[in-house]
């Protein structure tokens, strides 16, 4: 949006700076909020992600094990020399690492998916609405706001080949969850 009118640019940019700044503060409070659950917290999920990637890491490494012992002419190995090949520290060793990376994997992604959903959305995004009082729009009138404000065409085609995507997207996401 371009304002044409410098006094009103001057009016609106102070106004939208000012809520800016409160909703970057409030999603900077919840985000060190969110980093204080993190770094003080348990080291707990139920994400099934977890149980998932040690299980893969196990298996990895089972893999791994038989194939470093298998000999040129095949892999039938004895399950005592596989079980030799490591000692219970080494083994013990390797599945906290495979703990620790697996659920570092999902908390990764949780925090995340929290930043984005708690402090971004919450806080900065969907306080945006509440900046410009919708009375203003109804007391400046309709042709006096496009005076003011215009919407430049490229930006214009843009926007409405976007809400046409997104309509798009969502009568299929209807149609998927239907089946």
């Not at 490494?61 to 596989?82: F, M, N, Q, Y």
């Not at 520290?89 to 906290?96: H, Q, Y």
């Not at 203003?136 to 003011?148: H, K, Q, S, V, W």
Request: charge should be negative; charged fraction near 35%; glycine fraction near 2%.
């Amino acid at each position: 949006m371009v304002v044409k009118d410098s006094q009103l640019f001057s009016g609106l940019r102070n106004i939208l700076h000012e809520q800016l700044q409160d909703n970057f503060e409030r999603a900077q409070t919840k985000l060190d909020e969110l980093l204080e659950i993190e770094r003080d917290g348990i080291l707990l999920t139920y994400n099934h992600h977890y149980t998932d990637n040690v299980k893969l890491s196990r298996e990895d490494r089972t893999r791994r094990v038989v194939k470093e012992s298998s000999s040129p002419l095949g892999t039938c190995i004895a399950v005592d020399d596989i079980a030799k090949r490591m000692s219970n520290e080494d083994s013990a060793l390797l599945d906290i690492q495979d703990c620790l990376a697996a659920y570092y994997d999902v908390s990764r992604k949780r925090f995340v998916d929290n930043i984005a959903i708690q402090a971004i959305e919450r806080e900065m995004v969907k306080e945006l609405k509440n900046i410009i009082p919708e009375d203003l729009c109804f007391e400046i009138g309709e042709e006096r706001m496009n005076d003011l404000i215009y919407e430049p065409k490229h930006v214009g085609e843009e926007r409405k080949m976007l809400i046409q995507q997104i309509k798009t997207l969502k009568e299929a996401e209807d149609i998927l969850k239907s089946v």
